[in-house]
């Protein structure tokens, strides 16, 4: 196995893949402007995942109070067993990192929330790197930051087009594919993290 486990966090650390659709969208309906297209809240959020503006300015621009943050945040949850998947995982892996198309502060406050700062070593956020996935650009740097081969990496994440991206560039790839519903791909598909051992 490689040095380093490299995971994303959306539909892998925690429940809701797609975290725009299944969370945020319907949190702006209830709380913000109700009659917003879904892609208008997607756009706003890929600027926001891409650190071109504020998490309150996107909040204002939806139409939901700043304050309510913390409440949309709250409906986040981990897949189950995760922080044991991660202990165990220890003893295949020399680090953890975590590598998410995400709005850094919200990033920030969630894995403070689930103490995961304890397990995952490096995180590399989008919205701090003025990047997402599957842009090669947001790999390389990655691999560069972490100071090691692409093939030391073995990067897991939930969607194939991240995973094709990362295995152009010569990361080893494994898809999470939790409710085996994912069509056929290149990648070694797993139910869960513990598979991996």
């Known amino acids: 196995m490689a040095d380093i486990l490299l995971l994303d966090a959306m539909g892998v650390l925690?429940?809701?893949?797609?975290?725009?659709?299944?969370?945020?969208?319907?949190?702006v309906r209830q709380h913000g402007r109700a009659?917003?297209?879904?892609?208008?809240?997607e756009r706003a959020y890929t600027e926001a995942s891409l650190g071109r503006m504020a998490s309150s300015a996107f909040w204002e621009r939806?139409?939901?109070?700043?304050?309510l943050e913390d409440d949309y945040l709250a409906g986040h949850r981990l897949i189950e067993g995760t922080p044991a998947a991660l202990a165990a995982l220890r003893k295949r892996f020399d680090?953890?990192?975590?590598?998410?198309?995400?709005v850094s502060s919200w990033s920030l406050k969630l894995r403070r929330r689930f103490e995961l700062e304890?397990?995952?070593?490096?995180?590399?956020?989008?919205?701090?790197?003025g990047l997402r996935k599957p842009s090669a650009e947001i790999y390389l740097r990655t691999i560069a930051e972490l100071g090691v081969a692409p093939q030391d990496i073995t990067f897991v994440d939930d969607r194939p087009r991240n995973l094709d991206a990362a295995r152009?560039?010569?990361?080893?790839?494994?898809?999470?594919?939790v409710q085996g519903t994912a069509p056929a791909s290149a990648h070694r598909r797993i139910r869960s993290l513990t598979d991996l051992l």
């Open 62 to 67: 939806v139409g939901v109070h700043p304050d």
């Open 95 to 102: 680090r953890f990192a975590c590598l998410s198309n995400d």
């Open 14 to 27: 925690y429940q809701a893949g797609d975290d725009v659709a299944d969370l945020l969208v319907p949190f």
């Open 35 to 41: 009659g917003l297209p879904e892609a208008a809240v």
């Open 118 to 129: 304890q397990w995952i070593d490096a995180w590399f956020i989008s919205g701090d790197m």
């Open 168 to 177: 152009l560039l010569g990361l080893g790839t494994v898809l999470l594919d």
